[in-house]
Each structure stands twice: as structure tokens, then as C-alpha cells.
T-cell receptor, first 114, second 113 residues
Framework: AQSVTQLGSHVSVSEGALVLLRCNYS??????LFWYVQYPNQGLQLLLK??????LVKGINGFEAEFKKSETSFHLTKPSAHMSDAAEYFC????????????FGKGTTLSVSS | GAGVSQTPSNKVTEKGKYVELRCDPI?????LYWYRQSLGQGPEFLIY????????DSGLPNDRFFAVRPEGSVSTLKIQRTERGDSAVYLC???????????FGPGTRLTVL
């Protein structure tokens, strides 16, 4: 069965610092992986996704993630944090290509200080 | 264009009552999903519709939960005999199917007293 583990429920960085949010997955089939962001009082929004092809995936707002099969990881990074990046971030895995349920991790809250 | 909308935004009910939560997906989206998000947790899958039919309802926790999508657009999640443990934010999402982006609504916060 597929599952997702997000390491660290809360990450704090300074403005301009590297952002690294960790996600490890468990899947019995080739995974389809996603990162979603939830800003305060807003709905979930897709940041980026990996389905097939290039393992380094670029998303919106300068975020990117790299699929590493050997490490079963899909960590999210951004070279330089902005105050506006403060939000909750969720990693998710799709059950299959037909597009059924997403299995989400518990989320990581990112705080950015000036 | 209009995104996914959910009504009501907040619902307070008493234990044992029946509630209905409504989801209006993005026009033209064939796939519709319901999730439930408890405090401090990620969204938990409940049910997925492709068109009018429930393609996967494996996430529904028990037979008190039921969802319909009779015309392949609007969906209603129905909860009978509500329990305090049902308190959560219920999220709806829609997509063009497959691995296309799921667009999420703002959610309905259900509180069972």
C-alpha cells in the first residue's frame, strides 16, 4: 500500500535561506508524487508533480523537487525563502495512473522569519 | 474562471443529526473527489467519482457516510447519525481525470457537538 511520510511537522527558516521540506514515500508500484501548498485561509494548491520522465521537477513560485527512487524520496526545495512562502506543505502519492485518490502526508508548516 | 465551491462553509450540528455537504466542481471536470482533514493531519481520501458513478469509495469510514453525483456535476456528501469524531474539514476537489491537477475547494468545517 502507498504511504507518505513527511519528516518534520514544523520547519523554520530565515528569509533568503534555503528551504528543504522532506518527503519519503512507500509504494509497491511506480509512484506518482505531488506537492501541495495550503496558505492560511485558502484551499490546497498544486506546487508540482512527478509522473514520468525527468526526475527534477520544477513548480510554481521557484520550488522544485527531485524524485530519487533509490532513496524513495521526493524532497521539496527552494533556494531562497520569501516571507510569502509561509504556509503548510503537503506531499502526496497517487494510488495509480487512472487518477484515483491522493494519499497525503501529515504536512509540514513552514515559517519564514525576517 | 470559477473554482470549486463548497457549501456551507461552516456547519454545526448535534450528535445524531443528519448533514449534507455540497460541492460544485469546476465546469467540465469529469472527476470529483471528497477528502476529510482533521486537525493536524493531511487530507484523507473518502470517495472518487468519474462522471456520475463512484469509481472508488474505499475511503468512506462506515455506512453512515454516502455521496452522490447524480448528473455528473454537483456532488453531495451525506452523513447520517453524526458523531463527535466526524468533526473535521471536508474538502472537495475536481479534475479532468487521470493524473491531472486536482483543484480543491475551500472546504466545509463540520462541528458535531
Amino acid at each position: 500500500a502507498q504511504s507518505v511520510t513527511q519528516l518534520g511537522s514544523h520547519v523554520s527558516v530565515s528569509e533568503g535561506a534555503l528551504v528543504l521540506l522532506r518527503c519519503n514515500y512507500s509504494s509497491s508500484v511506480p509512484p506518482y508524487l505531488f506537492w501541495y501548498v495550503q496558505y492560511p485561509n485558502q484551499g490546497l494548491q498544486l506546487l508540482l508533480k512527478y509522473t514520468t520522465g525527468a526526475t527534477l521537477v520544477k513548480g510554481i513560485n521557484g520550488f522544485e523537487a527531485e524524485f530519487k527512487k533509490s532513496e524513495t524520496s521526493f524532497h521539496l526545495t527552494k533556494p531562497s525563502a520569501h516571507m510569502s512562502d509561509a504556509a503548510e506543505y503537503f506531499c502526496a502519492v497517487a494510488l495509480n495512473q487512472a487518477g484515483t485518490a491522493l494519499i497525503f502526508g501529515k504536512g509540514t508548516t513552514l515559517s519564514v522569519s525576517s | 474562471g470559477a473554482g470549486v465551491s463548497q457549501t456551507p462553509s461552516n456547519k454545526v450540528t448535534e450528535k445524531g443529526k443528519y448533514v449534507e455537504l455540497r460541492c460544485d466542481p469546476i465546469s467540465g471536470h469529469t472527476a470529483l473527489y471528497w477528502y476529510r482533514q482533521s486537525l493536524g493531519q493531511g487530507p484523507e481520501f473518502l470517495i472518487y467519482f468519474q462522471g456520475t458513478g463512484a469509481a472508488d469509495d474505499s475511503g468512506l469510514p462506515n455506512d453512515r457516510f454516502f455521496a452522490v453525483r447524480p448528473e455528473g456535476s454537483v456532488s453531495t456528501l451525506k452523513i447520517q447519525r453524526t458523531e463527535r469524531g466526524d468533526s473535521a474539514v471536508y474538502l472537495c476537489a475536481s479534475s479532468q481525470g487521470g493524473l491531472n491537477e486536482q483543484f480543491f475547494g475551500p472546504g466545509t468545517r463540520l462541528t458535531v457537538l
